[in-house]
C-alpha cells in the first residue's frame, strides 16, 4: 500500500490493506488501485466486486493546441495511471487504473465548471443538442498498459431557463464534466442517451471489465466476457453445460463460466474495444486506435 492510500472493499467502505485481493468469483487477483479522487469513479468500480485502493493524485487537465478531444481524454487518463503508479512502485504486481471523462460538443471539451455562471452557460449551449460523451481508462503495471475508450452520444430536450438557473442553484453542476450529473437531477434532462450509462456517469464499465481481465484481474460472474459467444439463442446452440444448468443443475451459470483465463486474438482479454457512435472497434495492440 501507498503512504495515505485507501482501501475499499467491494461493498464500498473500508477494507483492511493487504498485498493482494481475489475477485468476486473467488479467483487471486493482482492488488488494485484506482488514481482518482471522483466518489463517482470509486463507486462504479465498487460494483465490479473487486477490493481496490483509492489514490488520490493531481493531474493538470489542460488541452493541448491542435490536441482533438479524443486525445486529450486518453492523455490525461494516461497521466492518471501514470502518477498512481509512481505511489504505488514498491508493491508487487500492483495494477493502477487511471480513467478521464470529458462532454464534447463542436470539437470543444466542456470540462468542470468554473463558477455558477459558467455551469449555466454550458447548459445553454448543450440544450437542444447531441453531444458526446468521451471516457477513457488506462490500466497500468510495471510491465504494461493498456486503454480502452467508450464515446457516448447524450441528447438534451430543449432546457428552459428556470429549469437551468434551479439546477445551477442546487450545486450538482460543480466539479462535474459538461455542468450536469447523469446520476442526479441531471438525468431529467436527457432525452436520448447511445451508449455507456456508466461511461457517462465516468467509468465505463464493460471496457473496464476488459482491460482488468487482461490484466489477470476477475470481474464478477454474470458479466458478458468481451470474447464470448453471443448469448442470443439464434445466433448458437445451448452446449451441455446450459442444458444442464436450465434443468437444475445447481452450479447454473457458474460451471458455464469457469476460471477467467487469458484468450487471444481479436476480440480476446488484450484487445481493446473503442465503441464511437454505435460502432465497435478492436485494437490488439494494446491501445485504442482512431479511425
Known amino acids: 500500500m501507498a503512504p495515505g492510500e485507501r482501501v475499499v472493499s467491494r461493498n464500498g ?16 487477483s493482482t492488488m488494485l488501485h484506482l488514481a482518482s479522487k471522483s466518489p463517482r469513479r470509486r463507486e462504479l468500480l465498487g460494483r465490479l466486486g473487486l477490493d481496490f485502493g483509492v489514490l488520490d493524485v493531481d493531474v493538470p487537465e489542460r488541452r493541448e493546441p491542435g490536441e482533438s478531444p479524443l486525445d486529450y481524454v486518453r492523455r490525461v487518463a494516461r497521466e492518471k495511471a501514470g502518477a498512481g503508479l509512481l505511489r504505488v512502485a514498491a508493491v508487487p504486481g500492483a495494477v493502477v487504473l487511471g480513467a478521464d471523462t470529458e462532454v464534447v460538443l463542436d470539437d470543444e471539451v466542456f470540462g468542470k465548471p468554473r463558477d455558477a455562471g459558467d455551469a449555466a452557460a454550458m447548459l445553454r449551449r448543450l440544450s437542444g443538442r447531441t453531444h458526446e460523451v468521451v471516457s477513457a481508462v488506462w490500466a497500468v503495471s510495471a510491465g504494461r498498459e493498456a486503454c480502452a475508450v467508450s464515446v457516448s452520444e447524450v441528447a438534451f430536450g430543449e432546457l428552459p431557463e428556470a429549469d437551468i438557473a434551479a439546477y445551477v442553484a442546487g450545486g450538482e453542476p460543480m466539479g462535474k464534466a459538461g455542468a450536469y450529473a447523469i446520476q442526479g437531477g441531471g438525468e431529467a434532462f436527457i432525452r436520448r442517451l447511445s451508449g455507456s450509462y456508466s461511461g457517462v456517469m465516468g467509468l465505463p464499465l464493460f471496457e473496464t471489465v476488459g482491460l ?25 446452440a445451448p452446449g451441455p453445460a446450459q442444458r444442464a444448468g436450465r434443468s437444475g443443475d445447481p452450479r447454473g451459470s457458474a460451471a458455464q463460466t469457469g476460471h477467467p483465463h487469458p484468450a487471444s486474438g481479436r476480440g480476446g482479454v488484450g484487445a481493446v474495444r473503442e465503441v464511437r457512435s454505435g460502432t465497435t472497434r478492436q485494437s490488439e495492440s494494446g491501445v485504442a486506435s482512431d479511425d
Open 13 to 28: 467502505v473500508g477494507a483492511a490493506p493487504g498485498k493482494g485481493s481475489r475477485g468476486a468469483a473467488g479467483y487471486p
Open 212 to 236: 482488468l481481465r487482461g490484466f489477470g484481474i476477475g470481474a464478477p460472474v454474470g458479466l458478458p466476457r468481451p470474447d464470448a459467444p453471443s448469448p442470443h439463442p439464434a445466433l448458437r
